[in-house]
């Protein structure tokens, strides 16, 4: 009989593998997917599907974070007793055939969870002791891990005890934190962030009725808005994939005026909300993307992001009943690049992007005259923009020829400051101090 | 405060900046022995005056000080003829390009900028990031800046009527603004504390961003207002060991104007020399019945304030700082 050579992985390998590339930020999301995946369970089994105004109404996840202490807690219909026992502590989903025979769980209707890692990874990537209690209306069961006691020990489970069914829902505490996640976690600025990418990227679902809270404050959602009117219409196509059955929506435009010509080096405000998006199940995957994930590209047939660009914003969504099919990572919160389905939703994307592209280049010569009819489009919310297939933007008339020149000279910002206010608005562009400043001397000292 | 002539501040002694420096003082005396204040190095705006510089020399008895000055070449010249004592540096260029290299060499430092810009216009963001870059634990940083409202109540980009001030902010200090900031933050009474909790909260997490394992420890939040509504705010860099020597001083319990929140109003009176030394004879006795005993009945709480000569405002904020109220007197 041929020997064999062990190849079993140690516990604390595993845990530094799986923890490795993932951020305390994503975790967090990662913990309120699944809050989120249990509200779509109770509300596929409740109404049947998920696509209702509201459909989320009731539920809610509130993250709380302390010194040295993490806890998340909704009220999400709870982890079956059954399911926690053979399923949600499993690393990875339990296939039938291989796994002595554990029953394949059903996944919710346009489950946004998938690969059943996040609840483990989070536990291990932010605690050092961690508690699950969980309750559905049915039972209840309480898990302790001490991870650095489970790492050392042979057995690849989890205790478990059983209580009383109290209000449905789960309460994930993490107390005390991980080696350095303390300091971060309790920064106001990782906090704020944390906020704002809640907003932005779970936009979709707190519309529909989920609520979360940090500490006592709810999240209010992103609103996703483009402009219409004065000559924008925003692009907005569907259809379904032919190949996979995935329903592909497309809505991409102006959701602000570009920057002015001159000032594209400045720090622009907002532009964390400029460029592609990508949606599967309602679920925000890349967010304001500006590289090749999405259309910008490096040297190829379409041109890479630049600032002149900033004030478009496309959305490009993928539904599917069967989340495997849609184009995502493990971590969802990254795109399946490779994934022919999302290839031919590029294609169209580029269109939708390459008139946005034009029109930045066209307003270059009409700056005055786009401006004006830039302020005439009004922010209209996503939900709400006319089905139209491509993106339409106005159009110059040719101006009669008169020849120009560009003036182009450097003051210091001291001088420069001083000459604003003297002009009545400090804070006046560099670009139309020098207009003005030129036209009072045409006017002035010039026949 | 009433907006009477005689209330109405002579810009060049500003009392109330006069107090914050002597509280800044103070507090950085505590400091010492157990962080041996007399070895720190002091950074600061001497411009041509150096007030700053010849109150810490005196007090806290630093000698290794360095102004920077970023008028010019003819500004350096001044400045060298005019400080005070041949400690002092002046290095010339803006504090972006020099403040890297007048803290680098791990020499624990106390940095206070002194703006007199508000958000956008002072390089608070950068100099926060070059201090936090360099500064070795046990540094101090203070920040002073233009805290006036209308300074964010920018034109519309059609010239016509203004943007709401959120819009404003954001124009100057773009992705500093967290997300809870909302317009009624922003009013002009308002502003000032928000303002602060912005760069309080932005220093605490920088070290975090930098990957350093010092802590930002908040000390100071101060607002006054000589002319233009000004905050400071401020703290201490700490490692580990610092941050139990600076909690075992107790300076937030010591020292009433220690501490993030609430934000200190610096609001002294502008009091006759007739009132200051009557109502210095009170304090800090039984307010009440000492100012009967001296004939400054009524301005006492619940005291027929009809009849004051002052009101329990400008009372209750001159007692409060009247330690550190200045003294001017013209000198022949």
Known sequence: MADQAKALPTKRFFVRMITRDISIEDCILDLLDNALDGASKEVARRHGSLDRENAYDGFWARIKIKDNSFCI?????????????????????????????VPAIQTAEHSIGLY??????????IGKMAKVVSSTSAGAFEVDIDVSKWEKSGEWAFDLTEC?????????????????????????????????SIARDYSFFIQKGFK??????????????????????PAYLHYTDEETGVRVTIKAGMAGPPPDEGSVDEKMKEVEYCGWYVICNDRIVIAANKNDKTVWTEGGSFPSWHPQYNGFMGLAFFESQDPALLPWTTTKRDIEVHAPVYRRALAKMRDATREWIDYTNQRKGYLEQAKAIERQATSVPIKRISEIKAISVPRFEAKPKVRMANINYSVTLDDLKAVATALGNEHMSYRDVGIETFKFYKENEVD | MAGNSFDVVNYSVRPNKNVERKLLAESLAALAPQFNISDYRYVGFGSMWFTDFALFHRTLQISDMISIEGGGEDAVRRAEFNRPHTCICVLGGYSTEVLASAIEDKKRSIVWLDYDKGPGEAPAEEDIEIFFRHASSGSIVMFSMNAHGERIRLRKDTGKGFKPRLEGLKDLLKHLVPSWVKEDDLKNETYPSTLARIFLDHMKSIPVRLGRTVKFIPLYNIYYRDGAPMITVGGMLCDKSDETTLTSLNLDKRFFYIGEEPQLRIEVPHLTPKEKILIDCTV??????????IGLDGLGPNDGMENAPISREMLEQYVKFHRYFPYYAEVI
């Open chain 1, 212 to 233: 979360v809270f940090m500490g006592d404050s709810e999240v209010n959602p992103y609103q996703f808005t483009l402009r219409e009117g004065g000559g924008f219409s």
């Open chain 2, 284 to 293: 800090p006795y039984n307010l009440r019945n000492d100012c009967k005993m």
């Open chain 1, 73 to 101: 807690e909704d009220n999400c219909g709870g982890i079956p007793l059954a399911e926690a026992k053979n399923y949600a502590f499993y690393f990875g989903k339990p296939d039938p055939d291989v796994n002595g025979g």
């Open chain 1, 164 to 196: 009383k069914a109290k209000t449905p829902g789960t309460t994930i505490t993490l107390s005390p934190l991980a080696d350095f996640v303390n300091e971060e976690v309790n920064s106001p600025e990782f906090l704020d962030k944390v906020w704002k």
């Open chain 1, 116 to 125: 059943g890692i996040g609840m483990k990874r989070a536990i291990f990537r």
